[in-house]
């Protein structure tokens, strides 16, 4: 553990409600198994968070994850089933402004971890971009960390969704990404570390608080409903490899006593990883 002058604060946000399809949020788990871990609704989309940290030191506040933003259309919420909320409306909740965030850090650069972090100010993005119109940046004096090798592929939009590395979402904040490569300390008491398989890029972070090590770890383990071994999203650009990481992460994270704070679980976003008795690990949540 940290010396306590580099403890951080922290609390869960909600950035907002969104469904997915089951079959994407679970990979290769038969429906059959997964229907019994969560229920889905006609469209077959279950319901998902998008949580966000908020961190606080000394004065200085950093944001981890930036939730889907205001940025859609009528059509993508309802594809999505997207609630009207984004972080700033979080952060206002508990009176904290935009422009006090000092740095962002993001697990990844997908359209629900990214496109928080610009807006444009609930106006029609189509019409937007029919008039050339960019976005503006959310958090003005805030640098967002990233992994170099997510942003190039962001850019590349090296993925199987096109539709998830959105240029809207990334161009306008071009100028403010601190690039990083592999595991590091981004700031005293906030750690990275690579977690490879949902992205090439993507990396848990890891925070020392005065309750011990908290950790993102981003889509790795979305929900608690994620500790099996194969229950993977099926948009994993790398299915295996999460399954080898998962297998690394889970048994750190039960002898580590880390606590866990999950992105897109809805109920119990934290809590601790646990051996179980029948084999494999679970997550205990902590309320
Ligand atoms: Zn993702």
Redesign the pocket.
């Known amino acids: 553990m940290a010396c306590m002058k580099d403890a951080w604060t922290w609390q869960v946000l909600n950035a907002g409600s969104f469904r997915l399809d089951g079959g994407g949020m679970f990979g290769i788990i038969p429906k059959s198994i997964w229907s019994r871990w969560t229920s889905s609704d006609e469209m077959n989309r279950v319901g998902l968070n998008t949580n966000c940290l908020l961190l606080e030191q000394a004065g200085r506040r950093v944001l981890v994850e930036a939730g889907c933003g205001d940025k859609w259309t009528e059509k993508e919420r309802d594809i999505y089933q997207l609630e009207r909320r984004s972080v700033v409306d979080a952060l206002r909740e508990i009176d904290v402004e935009p422009e006090s965030i000092d740095t962002v850090v993001t697990t990844?650069l997908?359209f629900?971890?990214a496109g928080g972090l610009t807006t444009w100010d609930g106006r029609d993005p189509k019409e937007m971009v029919a008039e050339g119109i960019s976005p503006r940046v959310v958090f003005p004096n805030a640098e967002i960390v990233v992994q170099r090798q997510e942003w190039d592929y962001a850019l590349a939009d090296r993925s199987t969704m096109t539709r998830?590395y959105l240029r809207t979402h990334l161009d306008p904040i071009a100028d403010r990404v601190r690039l990083i490569d592999g595991a590091q300390e981004v700031l005293p008491g906030i750690r990275v570390r690579p977690l490879v398989g949902?992205?090439w890029g993507?990396h848990g972070i890891f925070i020392e608080s005065a309750e011990g090590t908290v950790v993102f770890p981003?889509?790795l383990l979305p929900t608690v409903h994620h500790t099996h071994a194969s229950s993977s999203p099926a948009?994993d650009m790398l299915p295996f490899e999460t399954m080898q990481t998962k297998a690394a992460f889970l048994p750190e994270a039960a002898q580590e006593g880390w606590i866990l704070v999950l992105d897109h679980e809805p109920a119990t976003p934290v809590g601790r990883i646990s051996q179980r008795e029948r084999g494999g690990y679970e997550v205990v949540p902590i309320t």
């Open positions: 990844h997908h629900d971890h998830t949902h992205t993507m981003g889509d948009y």
